[in-house]
């Protein structure tokens, strides 16, 4: 089935330390994204990609990095400048210029 | 920043229709509107869009005013799976070589009682 995975579902780090999370789509979409979600808030956007080797910051891009060198993979790096890492974090993809996100089941990141 | 206006929380019987109101007063004319939902924990799921005739498929409606500057989507018989914060997103223009960008802020918390 065609779909949108991210992992790991689960992840905790020590401060200090820069964590990877996966997102892999194989819906053929060119735009991917990665929101931030804190408990009883909305969605913000860290960062987005229209096309492989190009991507764009977010409203909240700091202390994050990411890259897209396939087409069907886009992760995010949260590196130690992330000053509070701790959050949902949620991965989407859709079709370049249409309005329907894809969303994967999302990775908890928790800092300890 | 979203561009919409949203109430915090509602509930809504089991069986009945459940009617979710969102403000976006400053939308622009080929601004589109968009609704997704979040049950709890998991990613949001789209629902419906429009941009100014009134949409119906078949999770929900959505009846845009005639000036735009408002929406409703309707779940027609609410069940407890419909339970979730409800998003109403107007879609930012992508500008050339720019994204396209969605902006979902704290939305509605929809609460279907037994």
């Known amino acids: 089935d065609g779909g949108i995975t991210q992992s790991p579902k689960y992840l905790f780090r020590k401060e200090g330390q820069n964590v990877t999370l996966s997102c892999e789509q194989n819906?053929?979409?060119?735009?991917m994204y990665w929101y931030r979600q804190d408990p009883g808030q909305g969605l913000r956007l860290i960062y987005y990609?229209?096309?492989?080797?190009?991507?764009q910051k977010g409203d909240i891009a700091e202390g994050y990095s990411v890259s897209r060198e396939k087409k069907e993979s886009f992760p995010l790096t949260v590196t130690s400048a992330q000053k509070n890492p701790t959050a949902f974090y949620l991965c989407?993809?859709?079709?370049?210029?249409?309005?329907?996100?894809?969303f994967g089941e999302g990775s908890r990141l928790t800092v300890l | 920043d979203a561009k919409t206006t949203q109430p915090p929380s509602m509930d809504c019987a089991e069986g009945r229709a459940a009617n979710l109101p969102c403000n976006h007063s400053?939308?622009?004319?080929?601004?589109?509107v968009y609704w997704y939902r979040q049950i709890h924990s998991q990613g949001p799921q789209y629902i419906i869009h429009?941009?100014?005739n009134n949409e119906t498929n078949e999770m929900a409606s959505l009846i845009i005013t005639e000036d735009r500057k408002s929406s409703t989507l309707i779940l027609p018989h609410a069940t407890l799976r419909d339970t979730a914060v409800y998003y109403c997103?107007?879609?930012?223009?992508?500008?050339?070589?720019?994204?396209?960008?969605?902006?979902f802020g704290t939305g509605t918390s929809l609460t279907v009682i037994p």
């Open positions: 819906l053929n979409h060119d735009a």
């Open positions: 997103i107007v879609r930012v223009i992508p500008m050339l070589n720019t994204g396209n960008q969605f902006y």
């Open positions: 400053t939308i622009s004319g080929n601004e589109y």
């Open positions: 989407a993809s859709s079709l370049r210029n249409t309005g329907e996100l894809f």
């Open positions: 990609s229209q096309i492989v080797n190009d991507f």
């Open positions: 429009g941009l100014k």
